[in-house]
């Protein structure tokens, strides 16, 4: 039952992920927010981190044995969905945000620059071993911190975007 329901959440996280990712791209394009990338990837990152925080005080951690909130099916499936979204929704706006900051190099050095981050990042987890999962949630919920508060010292020029609607 309990490899069924995992495997369910997933699906509702990817899923989520790739509405959220196609919701935000749109309305980043939208005239109202073209130039508010680094607000709208704040909003999503903090959204994301409340998701994972509300997973975190549903299960048990390194913190503590029992859950504060009581865990049930439909707060687990809903607080992995909304971080899905969330971080669905801030992604697209990542990769086009770096790719703003690192504006005279091509956009594709600085996509796989971000996806290189990425796969090293996951590598690392891969090598935490199962009995220690309490601290895989913990290094999750730790990195989203760490990126929200990161988020809050870059300074994104449009320099890519001005310079293509200068030439249209």
Not at 19 to 37: E, K, Q, V
Not at 45 to 64: E, K, M, N, P, V
Request: neutral net charge; glycine residues 6%; charged residues 10%.
């Amino acid at each position: 039952m309990i490899v069924s329901l995992s495997g369910w959440f997933g699906f509702s996280c990817s899923l989520a992920a790739i509405i959220g990712g196609l919701i935000t791209g749109t309305l980043a394009d939208t005239p109202y927010f073209r130039h508010s990338f680094k607000s709208i990837i704040l909003t999503m990152l903090i959204g994301c981190f409340l998701a994972i925080l509300w997973f975190q005080l549903s299960i048990h951690t390194i913190f503590y044995d029992k859950p504060i909130f009581q865990p049930n099916v439909v707060t687990i499936g809903l607080s992995v969905t909304f971080a899905g979204l969330f971080q669905g929704s801030a992604l697209p706006l990542i990769y086009e945000s770096l790719a703003e900051i690192m504006f005279p190099l091509p956009e594709s050095l600085s996509a796989s620059v971000l996806v290189q981050l990425n796969n090293i990042t996951a590598l690392m987890l891969l090598f935490i071993p199962p009995s220690l999962y309490k601290l895989m949630n913990f290094f999750v919920i730790l990195s989203i911190g760490t990126c929200i508060v990161l988020m809050l010292f870059v300074n994104i020029d449009y320099k890519r975007r001005n310079e293509d609607e200068r030439k249209q």
